[in-house]
C-alpha cells in the first residue's frame, strides 16, 4: 500500500491511504514519557489543543501509576469543561445479519453457518421502531450486514420506514447508520434519505492483522474500508464516525491509528469525526480470534482517557457491549454518548428481552441488560443528564461537537437548555413516578446553575409547555 504523508498536497490525499505504521511505531518506540512532558500535553489539551501523534504516543508511553492516574484526571477534567454532564442517549437496531465477509471475530460472518440469518421486513421495522419509541429514544442507529440486498437505494428507504413511524407522542428524530462502505453516488443517496453519522469502523489500523481476520469478501479490502468514509464526506455527510476494534492489535497501535484518521479528516475536509467508537471484542457465536491483544479494564480506562485528552471535541460512544460498572466508571473520563435498553436481536425489541441472549440470532454478546428506564434513573440520581436532544442536526448545525468546543458559550446556550427539555419530554412520556420526580429536581438544579442570561427564562417557558403538552422544542 501507497501511504500518503502529511507533506502532501492536500489534493494527493483525498481519498487516500494515511497510515504509516513506520511513522506510529517510529513514535511508539522512540518517544519517552516524562513527568514534565506529560504534564504539559495534559495543559494542551485542557487548553483545548488537538494532541499530535507525537503527543499522543507520550501518554500512550506513561506507565507509571501517578502519571497515569494524572492523565485520567485530564481526561475527566476536560471532559466536564468541554461537556459538561451531558449523556447522550441512543438504541442500536438491527435491519438485516446477511453477509458476504467473513470477519473472525462476527457472529454474522458468511462461514458461520449456524446463524439464523434474516431481514426485517418494512412491518417488522416499523414494529421494531415502535417499540423502541415506546421506551422513549429518539436517536437511533441502524445497522446492516454487507450485502448486495443492503443497497444505498435499501438503506435509504429503511431510514425513510423509521422516520415515518409516529407513536403516542413520539417519534425517531435522528438515524445514524453503521453499514459497508459505499462508492460516492451510494453514500449521496443514503445522504438524501436524511441520516445523521454514517459509522464505519476500520477495526484494526494494522494492515497485516486487517489481513489475518478479514477472510472474505469485499471487507477484505483494508484500503476500500481506510477511505469509506472520506467517499461519505465527498458525498456530503458531514458527520462521520470512526472505530477500531480493540483486542485485535496492540491497543496502542490503535489508539495512534485513530488519531492519524482525525489528522487526516482535519487536514483534508477542514472537520475532525463527528464520533469515535472503541468497542472491545465480545464473546460471538463461533469467536475465532487469537486472544493475545484483548485489553485489560485498566488499560481500557486508560485508552478511553488518551482518546479524550487526543480529541478533546469529538464525540466518544461506549456502547452495551461493556459491562454496567465499566460504563459506569468510564462515563467520567470522556464518553459523551451510551446506547439504553440495547437488545441485538433481529425483531427483538418488539418481542421483548429474552432472559439469555441467543447467540446463533445476534452479532454478539452484550454485557449491559440494563433498560433505558433504568439507566435514565440511574443517570438523573448520579447527576448527569440524559439527552435526547437533536437539534444541531435538524436545524442544519452539523460538525455540532466543534461548535460545542469552539464558540464560547455554546453548551451553556444551546446544548444543556436542549438537553433539559429533551429530558422533560421523556420525564412526562415515559418515566416512573419515581423517575420523574427526581428528573425535575435535576432539572431545577441545572437551570439554577446556567447563568444570568443564558435564556433561563425562555428556558422555563418552554419547560412549561412541555408539561402541559407541546412537544419538540429546543432552541
Ligand atoms: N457490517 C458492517 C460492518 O462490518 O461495517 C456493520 C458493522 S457491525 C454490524 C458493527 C461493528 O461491530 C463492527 O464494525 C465491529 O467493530 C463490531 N463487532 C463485530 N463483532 C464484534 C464482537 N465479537 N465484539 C464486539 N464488537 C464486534
Ligand atoms: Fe459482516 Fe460486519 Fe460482521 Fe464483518 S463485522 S461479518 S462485515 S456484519
Redesign the pocket.
Known amino acids: 500500500m501507497i501511504y500518503y504523508p502529511e507533506k502532501y498536497r492536500i489534493e494527493d490525499r483525498r481519498m487516500k491511504p494515511f497510515i504509516d505504521p513506520d511513522e506510529i511505531w517510529g513514535y511508539l518506540k522512540n518517544v519517552k514519557a516524562d513527568k514534565t512532558r506529560v504534564r504539559e500535553i495534559i495543559k494542551a489539551s485542557l487548553d483545548k489543543k488537538r494532541l499530535s501523534l507525537e503527543e499522543t504516543a507520550v501518554l500512550l508511553n506513561a506507565s507509571d501509576h501517578d502519571l497515569i492516574e494524572e492523565i485520567k484526571e485530564g481526561a475527566r477534567a476536560l471532559k466536564e469543561k468541554v461537556y459538561g454532564e451531558r449523556i447522550v442517549l441512543f438504541a442500536p437496531l438491527y435491519v438485516g445479519d446477511l453477509?458476504t465477509?467473513n470477519?473472525q471475530?462476527?457472529?454474522?460472518r458468511s462461514s458461520n453457518k449456524g446463524v439464523q440469518r434474516m431481514t426485517l421486513s418494512e412491518n417488522e421495522l416499523i414494529a421494531e421502531t415502535t417499540a423502541l419509541i415506546d421506551q422513549g429514544h429518539k436517536r437511533l442507529i441502524l445497522?446492516?450486514?454487507?450485502h448486495p440486498k443492503y443497497s444505498p437505494e435499501f438503506i435509504a428507504e429503511t431510514v425513510r420506514i423509521v422516520y415515518g413511524v409516529r407513536h403516542k407522542n413520539g417519534e425517531i428524530r435522528r438515524v445514524n447508520i453503521?453499514?459497508?462502505p459505499f462508492d460516492i453516488p451510494g453514500f449521496r443517496t443514503i445522504k438524501d434519505a436524511g441520516i445523521g453519522t454514517f459509522q464505519?469502523?476500520q477495526?484494526t489500523y494494522h494492515e497485516p492483522t486487517y489481513m489475518n481476520v478479514h477472510l472474505g469478501g469485499v471487507?477484505r479490502n483494508f484500503e476500500w474500508r481506510l477511505t469509506a468514509l472520506d467517499r461519505a464526506q465527498e458525498a456530503g455527510i458531514d458527520d462521520v464516525g470512526i472505530?477500531s476494534?480493540f483486542g485485535l492489535y496492540d491497543w496502542r497501535f490503535e489508539v495512534m491509528g485513530l488519531v492519524r484518521h482525525v489528522n487526516h479528516f482535519e487536514a483534508v475536509y477542514n472537520v475532525g469525526p463527528h464520533t469515535i467508537s472503541f468497542?472491545?471484542?465480545?464473546?460471538?457465536l463461533a469467536?475465532n480470534i487469537m486472544k493475545d491483544h484483548m485489553v485489560r479494564d485498566e488499560e481500557f480506562v486508560r485508552l478511553v482517557s488518551i482518546l479524550r485528552l487526543a480529541v478533546p471535541y469529538t464525540g466518544m460512544i461506549l456502547t452495551a457491549?461493556e459491562p454496567a460498572h465499566i460504563r459506569d466508571q468510564i462515563l467520567r473520563f470522556g464518553v459523551s454518548q451510551i446506547d439504553g435498553g440495547t437488545n441485538l436481536e433481529l425483531g427483538g425489541y418488539s418481542r421483548g428481552r429474552q432472559e439469555t441472549q441467543d447467540l446463533s440470532r445476534e452479532?454478539?454478546q452484550i454485557n449491559d441488560s440494563r433498560s433505558l428506564s433504568e439507566i435514565m434513573d440511574e443517570l438523573i440520581r448520579n447527576g448527569y443528564i440524559p439527552s435526547f436532544c437533536t437539534a444541531c442536526y435538524r436545524l442544519g448545525r452539523t460538525g455540532e461537537h466543534f461548535m460545542e468546543f469552539s464558540v464560547p458559550g455554546f453548551i451553556k446556550r444551546y446544548c444543556t437548555p436542549n438537553a433539559l427539555l429533551t429530558l422533560a419530554e421523556y420525564l412526562e412520556d415515559y418515566a416512573s413516578e419515581d423517575t420523574k420526580k427526581a428528573g425535575y429536581d435535576l432539572i431545577e438544579v441545572k437551570i439554577r446553575e446556567l447563568k444570568k442570561g443564558q435564556k433561563t427564562d425562555k428556558l422555563r417557558e418552554k419547560i412549561g409547555k412541555v408539561r402541559s403538552g407541546e412537544r419538540d422544542l429546543y432552541f
Request: glycine residues 10%; contains cysteine; hydrophobic residues 35%.
Open positions: 453477509c465477509n470477519c471475530y462476527c457472529g454474522f445497522v446492516y450486514g454487507e453503521n453499514a459497508a464505519i469502523f477495526e471487507k472505530g476494534l468497542p472491545r471484542i465480545q464473546n460471538a469467536l457491549r452479532q454478539f
